[in-house]
């Protein structure tokens, strides 16, 4: 499903990402970890086509992003789903209106899209809170809100950037529960994240970043 | 699915516009007022054209006649006139008239002509030369003609008033040329601003956008609309308040302001569209080179 052939992402003389070659099966939660500066976040972001590799090949879904063109590269997104740390939301929209962007800009009906709307807050556990606006709810909920919309065009691949790193344990706990339903449908999961708690109570497949390289790997057990 | 994206691009561009509407109000007022510089212009200059159009048809002439002449000579002289090829007396102005005429003009002043002992003013014949090319025919040469007529005091005509008029127009025409390219200039400017503020206000938002993958069109459009809305705005307003103001002075008879001959017109079709283009025009460029300019820089 994502492919990285000797990618390579620099900025000046520093390298966010060194020669990377990674694989990444169709339907597989893979966590990416490593310090700060490791080039996580990197990572993400050129699988998302939101940054040019310096060097090397990104194929996600077979398809070359250094070959197809911005408005093909925009369809794509729709089939990829991001979730961020500080969940990018906008605070003068209601829930619903957060949610339902990811459906408007793909041109889909009005009925449709309510009817979609309704349904993925529903299986985020938001739809009572569909008309608050996401200053009024707690951190896990507007993460719920970010997830919800980065879910409702049914993505092949979500991918999550440090999604429960401004989160309380219970409610990180939550979250991680909702991904792994997420997974379980089928969607590609690469979520990555720093805090070595989560690492510890996960059996998924585990790629450890330093310097921009791969370090080591860890296979699900 | 095209006119659902134009109908939500409409949508989301009225949001726009009434998020931000203290910067769309000042903005579209001062379009207003540019376009209202630009079209006054233009309304001048089509007046006095078409004035001048009316005039040149025809040629007309005014025959002052020497003082003390009696009737026989009088029509002696009408009768000469009247033979002259294309000529027609449209009217004879004796000395009395005429100075019913001051009087008028005079208005209130008018008992300042009780003083004069007798009437200065001499008699003359109103003439036109219909359907005579102006630019064919040398009036001098008929004026001379006329002069050397018995009883003939003076020959005045109108090309001498055209060819005064046609210089006006000429000075109003390049006036117009390049006051209007300032004017465009500046609603250019201030359209291309407007629509960067609604950018940055707008930056979260179209990050979001581009994040579940909004094509670049989805996200452009409604600052073009608004660039155009914009326009448009400022251009049918400026159109409304020189209609206003047309008919305003229609009403007023113009005699007040000493220009008796101009029966003020209102812009015609081909100008109100023209200026309605160019108001659409400017504010889809404006749109254009601020979604150019700002664009990128805010998506990353």
Not at chain 1, 69 to 75: E, G, T, V
Not at chain 2, 211 to 227: Q, Y
């Amino acid at each position: 499903m994502i492919q990285l052939f000797n990618v390579t992402k620099q900025y000046g003389q520093n390298a966010a990402l060194a020669d990377i070659n990674l694989r990444i099966r169709q339907g597989e939660f893979v966590f990416v970890t490593g310090p700060s500066g490791a080039g996580k976040s990197t990572l993400l972001r050129v699988v998302f086509g939101a940054l040019k590799p310096t060097s090397g090949q990104v194929l996600v879904g077979g398809i070359n992003l250094a070959r197809i063109s911005r408005y093909k590269l925009d369809i794509m997104r729709r089939k990829i789903g991001f979730v961020f740390q500080d969940f990018k939301l906008l605070d003068g929209k209601t829930v619903f209106q957060n949610v339902a962007v990811a459906l408007q800009v793909t041109g889909e009906r009005a009925s449709i899209i309510r009817k979609k709307t309704h349904q993925t807050l529903r299986a985020v556990g938001l739809s009572q809170k569909e008309g608050y606006y996401p200053p009024e709810l707690s951190g896990g909920e507007q993460q719920r809100i970010a997830i919800a919309r980065a879910i409702i065009n049914d993505p092949i691949i979500l991918l999550a950037d440090e999604p429960t790193g401004s989160l309380d344990p219970d409610i990180t706990r939550e979250i991680m529960l909702l991904f792994r339903t997420i997974n379980l449908r089928g969607t590609t999961l690469v979520l990555a994240t720093h805090s070595r708690e989560l690492l510890s109570n996960t059996s998924q497949r585990t790629v450890y970043l330093k310097n921009g390289g791969i370090e080591r790997e860890m296979e699900p057990q | 699915m095209f006119f659902g994206f134009w109908i939500q691009a409409l949508r989301r561009a009225l949001s726009n516009i009434l998020d931000q509407r203290l910067i769309h109000f000042i903005s579209t007022g001062t379009i207003t007022i540019s376009f209202l510089f630009f079209g006054a212009f233009i309304l001048v200059w089509v007046n006095i054209n078409a004035w001048l159009l009316e005039m040149g048809q025809s040629l007309s002439m005014s025959v002052y006649l020497e003082d003390g002449i009696g009737e026989e000579e009088r029509l002696r002289v009408e009768e000469a006139l009247e033979g002259l090829s294309g000529a027609e007396v449209t009217d004879y102005i004796s000395k009395d008239k005429a100075m019913e005429e001051l009087r008028e003009a005079f208005g209130p002043q008018a008992a300042l002509l009780d003083g004069l002992e007798r009437n200065p003013l001499p008699a003359s014949f109103e003439l036109v030369f219909k359907e005579v090319d102006v630019k064919d025919t040398d009036p001098e040469m008929i004026k001379a003609r006329l002069e050397s007529l018995p009883d003939v005091e003076e020959v005045q005509y109108s090309e001498q008033w055209i060819d005064r008029f046609e210089g006006i127009l000429n000075f109003l025409r390049t006036a117009g040329v390049v006051v209007g390219g300032l004017l465009c200039l500046a609603v250019l400017f201030i359209i291309t601003n407007t629509i960067k503020l609604t950018i940055y206000a707008r930056r979260d938002e179209m990050e979001i956008f581009k994040l579940v993958g909004a094509t670049d069109w989805f996200v452009k459009a409604p600052f073009l609309i608004e660039g155009a809305l914009q326009g448009l705005m400022g251009g049918a307003l400026a159109l409304g308040f020189l209609f206003g103001l047309t008919t305003m002075f229609s009403l007023q008879p113009l005699v007040t302001y000493a220009i008796p001959f101009i029966d003020i017109v209102f812009l015609p079709v081909w100008a109100v569209l023209g200026l309605g283009a160019l108001s659409v025009f400017l504010g889809l460029v404006g749109g254009l080179i601020a979604v150019g300019r700002f664009f990128n820089p805010v998506v990353g």
